[in-house]
């Protein structure tokens, strides 16, 4: 079987771009928090320095999974992956308890803001440069089918929205003079996060639970098999699944047991191409069985029962 894999490198580029991003908005945002004494300010900045982690946890994750498959790894190690976005995930819930944690203090003795129109122009520089990155992230995430950047790239867009919703709350703090509106505009950003950290451990566990390839790449899968179906050419026990970047795909190629071998080899040598043509990367595991063969209809796991065109199963 031949194992199609991409450089991955590019990965690990963008996530040092990220490691940068978040060295620089930390600055910015706790110099807005400093300057304001804003709690709103202070949990935007606290939400930075869990960007920073989990860039460098996406950094470490990447460089691990760009290792080729060894003799204890003989599947790669794209799963690091996984582990990346769950601990960023795990990451996003304490920063969310430390925000609502200073939200409460600062509920119970409001303090005044100051020097407020600055605080804000230097959150909207750290925003913009956020939300810059985010995107080019996001773009390289879905090409490189990246759960780590992926997972980088939601959490530096929710960091933008945060961010805007600190500084509008804090600009109402200026307008009317609520004192109190800071503190709830911090623990309304702690409730955001936290369902970010959900989503991301939620999406971690489905990884690491060998979920299938998404339906629409299942219905291309499908679409391809039916054109040789068309010729005579059957399948079953048809499954996918998605480690990080690579996608497995494996299946049962039955053909008239009157073919040579070389035939059959030939044909699954050509189906194992055209998926991986079809899915970008993948390894692609084929067997091939003569569809005359009781045993052929019966080795395919839970996948089917057979049909009334199948031949029954062979009993022992």
């Not at 470490?60 to 790894?73: G, R, S, V």
């Not at 911090?186 to 950290?197: K, S, T, Y």
């Not at 629409?216 to 996918?240: K, N, P, W």
Request: proline residues 4%; aromatic residues 6%; hydrophobic residues 50%.
């Amino acid at each position: 079987m031949v194992i199609n894999s991409k450089h991955q490198a590019s990965p690990r580029r963008y996530a040092l771009l990220s490691v940068g991003a978040a060295l620089l908005t930390i600055t910015l945002k706790f110099t807005a928090y400093l300057i304001t004494g804003s709690v709103g300010l202070f949990s935007d900045a606290a939400e930075s320095l869990v960007n920073l982690l989990a860039a460098l946890i996406a950094l470490w994750a990447l460089t691990l999974a760009a290792q080729p498959p060894d003799e204890e790894h003989a599947y790669g190690h794209t799963k690091a992956e996984y582990f990346a976005s769950g601990l960023e995930g795990a990451l996003i819930l304490l920063a969310a308890a430390g925000i609502g944690y200073a939200a409460w203090q600062r509920l119970q003795v409001p303090q005044p803001l100051e020097r407020i129109g600055v605080g804000i122009i230097i959150s909207l520089l750290a925003a913009a440069l956020n939300g810059a990155v985010a995107l080019i992230l996001l773009r390289a995430g879905r090409r490189l089918n990246s759960i780590a950047l992926r997972a980088d790239a939601h959490h530096l867009l929710t960091d933008v929205w945060t961010t805007l919703g600190v500084v509008v709350g804090v600009g109402l703090v200026q307008a009317t003079g609520w004192l109190w509106l800071d503190p709830l505009i911090a623990v309304l950003v702690a409730i955001n996060i936290l369902w970010i950290g959900v989503r991301l451990l939620r999406e971690t566990g489905y990884g690491l639970l060998d979920t299938a390839l998404p339906e629409a790449e299942r219905r291309a899968i499908q679409a391809l098999l039916s054109r040789y179906e068309a010729q005579g050419i059957g399948f079953h026990a048809v499954r996918t699944r998605q480690s990080g970047t690579r996608r497995f795909v494996s299946l049962h190629v039955l053909v008239p047991g009157s073919w040579t071998v070389q035939r059959g080899h030939d044909l699954c040598e050509t189906i194992e191409h055209e998926i991986r043509q079809t899915l970008g990367e993948a390894s692609v595991f084929t067997h091939l069985e003569p569809m005359e063969d009781p045993v052929a209809w019966a080795d395919q796991g839970l996948d089917r029962q057979p049909t009334a065109q199948q031949p029954a199963a062979r009993q022992s």
